[in-house]
Nanobody, 122 residues
Framework: QVQLVESGGGLVQAGGSLRLSCAASGRTFSNYAMNWFRQAPGKEREFVATINVSGGSTGYAASVKGRFTISRDNAKNTVYLQMNSLKPEDTAVYYC???????????????WGKGTLVTISS
């Protein structure tokens, strides 16, 4: 089992920045690719970003590419999502997820966090 706990969500104005963190415990963190998904009110959960086990390869949804950066610190068992130039449409619950391989789909996730709410005001 891998336990994931997100933090860093909150309310910020459009154009601002937030950094989300996800602390992992349980099985070896460095064995898992890490991912961020989000779910806006009334919408399905969608892929945001992914990073491989070493941190050397990342991938992003088109809607966030160039604004968001995923990173990981295997020594701290933590993955981050730096979010810049935030827009009201980024408002969602953001979920951290661990997977045995890099994935862009919810079905590829092995473990989920409970999420952290990000609200962007216009």
């Amino acid at each position: 089992q891998v336990q994931l706990v997100e933090s860093g969500g909150g309310l910020v104005q459009a154009g601002g920045s937030l950094r989300l963190s996800c602390a992992a415990s349980g099985r070896t963190f460095s064995n898992y690719a890490m991912n961020w998904f989000r779910q806006a009110p009334g919408k399905e959960r969608e892929f945001v970003a992914t990073i491989n086990v070493s941190g050397g390869s990342t991938g992003y949804a088109a809607s966030v590419k160039g604004r968001f950066t995923i990173s990981r610190d295997n020594a701290k068992n933590t993955v981050y999502l730096q979010m810049n130039s935030l827009k009201p449409e980024d408002t969602a619950v953001y979920y951290c997820a661990a997977s045995t391989v890099v994935t862009r789909t919810s079905s590829g996730v092995d473990y989920w966090g409970k999420g952290t709410l990000v609200t962007i005001s216009s």
